[in-house]
């Protein structure tokens, strides 16, 4: 049981280039998350999927698009990285939405130049 | 939205000290977590406790919804310990609200 991974685990880009940060999860679980963790914060949603096929926004989703792929997939991408989207990414996961428990991937690290 | 505010931000502590942090948040809740994130930025659930109380090892929370606050109790602290510590609470999306943490350093 890995429960949830990340890829890639590091990644430098340069301003202007695009990537996907893939999520998978192992734990039949219906919702998935995407957070951004920057110095001396707590974390903050992304965008989040509370079952397949349906995905919405959270709190700071500007520069980013995400997709469900299937159930235990969740994917999140950056078009046109800009150094304010330099931070450390999460993808969490949980059996249904507010009332389980969020279990964490170990983290994606992104700079952007 | 929900404002979750935890204290001390910062505590350092001598090898074998007890400690309590307190997480304060402004609305009812229907999920409460308690995380330590490493040294290696990993993220490990500590406690699932919206409510009562619940001890691990060294480590036990309370959490009293009524008076909407948590509290983390680490004991006879070991350097392993060291890190940030993450309260977060259930949004109306079904995402997790974090505080900004309380930073520990257990010194040998």
């Known amino acids: 049981n890995a429960g949830v991974t990340q890829t890639p685990k590091f990644q430098v880009l340069k301003t202007g280039q695009s990537m996907t940060l893939q999520c998978a999860q192992d734990m039949n679980h219906n919702s998935m998350y995407w957070y951004r963790q920057d110095p001396g914060m707590g974390l903050r949603l992304i965008y989040y999927s509370a079952s397949e096929g349906t995905t919405d926004k959270g709190e700071v989703p500007n520069g980013y698009n995400v997709s469900r792929l299937n159930k235990r997939e969740f994917s999140l991408r950056l078009e046109s990285a800009a150094p304010s989207q330099t931070s450390v990414y999460f993808c969490?996961?949980?059996?249904?939405?507010?009332?389980?428990?969020?279990?964490f991937g170990p983290g994606t690290r992104l700079t952007v130049l | 939205g929900i404002q979750v505010e935890q204290s001390p931000p910062d505590l350092i502590l001598q090898e074998g000290a007890n400690s309590t942090l307190r997480c304060n948040f402004s609305?009812?809740?229907?999920?409460l977590q308690w995380f330590h994130q490493n040294p290696w930025g990993q993220l490990i659930n500590l406690f699932y406790?919206?409510?009562g109380t619940k001890q691990n090892g060294r480590l036990s929370a309370t959490t009293v919804a009524t008076e909407r606050y948590s509290l983390l109790y680490i004991s006879s602290s070991q350097t392993t310990d060291s890190g940030v510590y993450f309260c977060a609470v259930g949004g109306s999306q079904g995402n997790l609200i974090f505080g900004k943490g309380t930073k520990l350093s257990v010194k040998p």
């Open positions: 406790i919206p409510s």
């Open positions: 969490a996961s949980a059996y249904a939405s507010a009332y389980n428990e969020q279990f």
């Open positions: 609305d009812s809740v229907n999920n």
